[in-house]
C-alpha cells in the first residue's frame, strides 16, 4: 500500500496494491499494520454503506461528541471526496482537500477526527463504503453547508447545476457559526 499524505497532511490518500488478472483481482482494505506504519493508527467501530444517483451532494457532516475518523472508499461509480478541517487552532482550519474515489481506481482516503466529510457523485451511480473510528450518534450529528464561500470547495458542478441534496444538507450552518468547534 502507498500512503500519500494531502495538502492537510493528517488526511492521507492510500493506494491500495492490487493484484489483477483476467479472472478478477484481489486487494486488502484495511491491515492495522500496514495502516499505523503508513501513519493511521486507527480503531474501527461500524461500517457503512451507501448508493447515491448521479449529481447528488451528501455533508458536509460531523459529529459534535463522538468524532469519527473515516476510512472512505468506492465500490461501484465515481466520487468527488472533500475532507474540512473544523479543528479550531489548528494552522489548516477551515481548509479543505478533495480526491477523486472511484471503483476504478480503487483509492481509499483517511479522515481523521476533527474534519467534515462530504462527497459528490460523478457518475450514474455510486456505491459508497466507509469504516468509522466511532459510533454514530444522531443528536451529536451536525451538517456544515455545502456552498460555504468561507470555505470555497470547488465542486465539480455543471454551470448552473443544483446538487440532489436532503434536507438535513439543506439545512447546515456556515463554519464561521458550526456548533462544537
Not at 493508527?41 to 448521479?54: C, G, I, L, T, Y
Not at 470547495?153 to 439543506?170: F, M, N, Q, R, V
Request: charged share 25%; aromatic share 12%; net charge negative.
Amino acid at each position: 500500500m502507498e500512503f500519500v499524505r494531502t495538502a492537510i497532511p493528517d488526511v492521507v490518500l492510500v493506494k491500495p496494491r492490487v493484484h489483477s488478472d483476467d479472472r478478477g483481482f484481489f486487494m486488502e482494505t484495511w491491515q492495522y499494520r500496514k495502516f499505523a506504519e503508513g501513519g493511521v493508527e486507527a480503531e474501527f467501530v461500524q461500517d457503512n454503506h451507501s448508493r447515491s444517483a448521479k449529481g447528488t451532494l451528501r455533508g458536509l457532516h460531523y459529529q459534535l461528541r463522538q468524532p469519527q475518523g473515516k476510512l472512505v472508499r468506492v465500490t461501484v461509480g465515481e466520487v468527488f471526496d472533500v475532507a474540512v478541517d473544523i479543528r479550531r487552532g489548528s494552522p489548516t482550519f477551515g481548509q479543505w482537500v478533495a480526491e477523486r474515489l472511484s471503483a476504478s481506481n480503487k483509492w481509499m482516503l483517511w479522515i481523521p477526527p476533527g474534519f467534515a466529510h462530504g462527497f459528490y457523485v460523478t457518475s450514474e451511480v455510486a456505491e459508497f463504503q466507509y469504516k468509522c473510528t466511532d459510533y454514530f450518534s444522531q443528536p451529536d450529528e451536525r451538517c456544515i453547508r455545502w456552498d460555504d464561500r468561507s470555505i470555497g470547495i470547488a465542486w465539480p458542478l455543471a454551470p448552473g447545476e443544483t446538487p440532489l441534496l436532503s434536507k438535513k444538507d439543506l439545512g447546515g450552518g456556515y463554519l464561521a457559526e458550526a456548533e462544537g468547534l
